[in-house]
């Protein structure tokens, strides 16, 4: 069928909309789009053969290896305990400093986020852990839930981040450049979380008061530390390292992050089998997710080309000769509206396909661009009215709190992923330099 490009891209992403306000899962939404628009612009029945070949392709590709060994080293950190052994660990740092509850989350969520790659399991954790013991302190609910709301995200742009994975895929960008170019800005992030912190006490120091606390001797402090952080480390390392220093590809470094979660676990005497069949079942079950996903999105991209969207909107957006970082600001806002509805993987399927190739004409970088979209994503996560990370936090919440309770706590810290994302437009090396040495 021919089409003008704005119809084609209005009826594409028409259909996806509707079937996802009908309720229909997003896998589905976009397998189903895809196939009556198949049937429209190719015109006969041999595209569903056509479909087939390419999702065929696709789900053999070597750059989707990472997926699945990020997901079951996260849940193995998670389901094992390890993850407490950290804030143990950290706790003893912080002695009895002013909110040190509050910097204890940044830390420890920091830490937590590098091995889960998910805002989701961050955020629901530290909630589960931080929540109740900062409301039993005295803490009031904005430093209570906003510290843990802005060190949640930081799971998307932190390696090995899930979603980093699932964007470089669904891109056809370097999953390890992308991966390892999360790193110092991430790190920059907590920084910035910590200086939110510092300042919200100085103004209101009754919000997080500070308490007595029952130090250890020094050598136990130490111990603590070499015990439960510095092996976590090395995890750490055996992924990101590996990827730097060009030892591994990035599904090689997955899977020494799997072993040496598994090494650990054995090592503490945690690695139970109800913890690995756990694991393993969560990995066999969002990874068939994701692998669908990436299929589906795929091949959507696939017939924005063949249509002709893609190009007549490049053509237009081009058109206009305005200044790129003007377009790069509309893309921004474009991201942060859909936030307000949809979920990070749903709006990477709607708008990668048309957003990178953009970015591509413009000049950008595209490491430096996905990296980008990440903190787009991390700041829709908390937007409300539907940001999913405020939803997991009203559901650890103190009962009687309230959703602008919780998007209000989280003001200050999407103040300092913007502060961000500007650094990272006037200090594109702050992103590059990590993966330029790959």
């Not at 790659?117 to 961050?122: D, L, R, V």
């Amino acid at each position: 069928m021919d089409m003008e490009w704005y119809w084609a891209l209005a009826t594409l992403i028409g259909m996806v909309m509707f079937f996802m306000a009908m309720g229909i899962p997003v896998a589905m939404t976009f397998i189903t789009a895809n196939i009556i628009g198949a049937l429209l612009f190719m015109g006969d029945w041999a595209a569903w053969t056509q479909i087939v070949d390419n999702s065929t392709s696709l789900l053999t590709r070597f750059t989707l290896g990472p997926v699945p060994m990020f997901i079951m080293m996260g849940s193995l950190f998670f389901h094992t305990g390890l993850a407490i052994r950290v804030f143990d660990g950290l706790d003893v740092l912080f002695g009895r400093l002013p909110g040190r509850l509050c910097y204890l989350t940044v830390a420890g969520g920091s830490v937590f986020s590098t091995l889960t790659g998910s805002s989701m399991a961050n955020t629901a954790m530290l909630g589960s852990l931080m929540v109740p013991e900062m409301q039993r302190r005295g803490y009031n609910r904005r430093m209570s839930m906003g510290p843990i709301l802005g060190t949640g995200g930081l799971a998307m742009i932190i390696p090995p981040s899930a979603l980093g994975v699932l964007l470089a895929s669904i891109a056809n960008i370097d999953v390890g450049s992308l991966l390892v170019a999360g790193f110092l800005p991430g790190f920059l992030l907590a920084g910035l979380y910590a200086a939110m912190i510092f300042f919200q006490i100085k103004i209101n120091p009754d919000s997080a008061p500070a308490y007595a606390v029952d130090m250890p001797p020094v050598l136990e402090r130490v111990k603590l530390v070499c015990t439960n952080i510095l092996p976590m480390g090395l995890v750490v390392f055996m992924v990101v390292g590996f990827i730097i220093l060009g030892w591994t590809t990035p599904t090689e470094a997955a899977a020494f992050g799997v072993l040496g979660v598994m090494i650990l676990a054995t090592a503490f005497r945690v690695l139970t089998f109800t913890a690995l069949s756990t694991s393993v079942e969560a990995t066999v079950k969002v990874g068939a997710m994701v692998f669908f996903i990436i299929m589906s999105s795929t091949v959507f991209s696939q017939l924005l080309a063949f249509s002709g969207a893609s190009a007549g909107l490049l053509e237009w957006a081009i058109g206009f000769g305005i200044s790129k970082y003007w377009v790069l600001l509309i893309m921004f806002f474009i991201l942060i509206t859909l936030g307000m509805f949809m979920d990070p993987t749903s709006m990477m399927l709607i708008t990668v396909p048309i957003f990178f190739p953009l970015a591509q004409q413009l000049g950008f970088d595209l490491i430096w661009f996905g990296l980008f979209v990440l903190m787009t994503f991390e700041m829709a996560g908390t937007t409300p009215p539907f940001g999913l990370l405020l939803y997991v936090m009203l559901g650890v919440a103190p009962k009687g709190t309230t959703l602008f309770q919780v998007a209000s706590a989280a003001f200050p810290f999407l103040v300092c992923d913007a502060i961000l994302i500007v650094i990272l437009i006037f200090f594109p090396a702050l992103a590059l330099w990590l993966p330029s040495l790959m």
